[in-house]
Antibody, heavy 124, light 107 residues
Framework: EVQLVESGGGVVRPGGSLRLSCAAS????????MSWIRQVPGKGLEWVSG????????GYVDRVKGRFTISRDNAKNSLYLEMNSLRVEDTALYYC?????????????????WGQGTLVTVSS | DIQMTQSPSSLSASVGDRVTITCRAS??????LNWYQQKPGKAPKLLIY???SLLSGVPSRFSGSGSGTDFTLTISSLQPEDFATYFC?????????FGQGTKVEMK
């Protein structure tokens, strides 16, 4: 059974940093690209970032470029999202999702399994 | 960036009704359109990918159609477990934008 378990969320001040992690199991992790998707509770979904199977290609939505960094450790079956210079508008539930891919110019593809999310609250 | 617009934003329906939700892309995305179902407090679940391919295990009352810029999700006979919010997503090019969602409520 595919399992994705996010961790690392919490309350942080504007300008602060957090590192989210996603532990994957139940599938061959390095066969898949991965994504981070966020949702303000009660609101819509926003694709944040994607990464290809070996981490050589990544993509981001413009509003997080230069502040967030996606990475992965295939030996640990783990996905990460390093978030710096956090803003109030980054407050959301952050989901890790399996699937998709990224080339040097774009990400694309389908997220077929999602974790339950980790909540990030940016507040003074 | 490609914008995704769903309509309606909400609808009221009864068990057994046929329900149709539309999703429009601001530019052509070929068939690279996915549909997700989300229930309160849960993560979204993939229902349909590449516009019309039903994920294994998803009931056949769900179907998708369309290409280019206009897409449709149809539930042929609404069941009690189908009351939820549905999102479309383009999977063609970064950023992989979602529609704003359609909440299907009980009439």
């Amino acid at each position: 059974e595919v399992q994705l378990v996010e961790s690392g969320g919490g309350v942080v001040r504007p300008g602060g940093s957090l590192r989210l992690s996603c532990a994957a199991s139940g599938f061959t992790f390095d066969d898949y690209g991965m994504s981070w998707i966020r949702q303000v509770p009660g609101k819509g979904l926003e694709w944040v970032s994607g990464i290809n199977w070996n981490g050589s290609n990544t993509g981001y939505v413009d509003r997080v470029k230069g502040r967030f960094t996606i990475s992965r450790d295939n030996a640990k079956n783990s996905l990460y999202l390093e978030m710096n210079s956090l803003r109030v508008e980054d407050t959301a539930l952050y989901y890790c999702a399996r699937g998709g891919d990224c080339t040097s110019t774009s990400c694309y593809g389908i997220s077929d399994h999602w974790g339950q999310g980790t909540l990030v609250t940016v507040s003074s | 960036d490609i914008q995704m617009t769903q309509s309606p934003s909400s609808l009221s329906a009864s068990v057994g009704d046929r329900v149709t939700i539309t999703c429009r892309a601001s530019q052509s995305i070929s068939i690279y359109l996915n549909w997700y179902q989300q229930k309160p407090g849960k993560a979204p679940k993939l229902l349909i990918y590449t516009a019309s391919s039903l994920l294994s295990g998803v009931p056949s009352r769900f179907s998708g159609s369309g290409s280019g810029t206009d897409f449709t999700l149809t539930i042929s006979s609404l069941q009690p477990e189908d009351f939820a919010t549905y999102f479309c997503q383009q999977s063609y090019i970064t950023p992989l934008a979602f529609g704003q969602g359609t909440k299907v409520e009980m009439k």
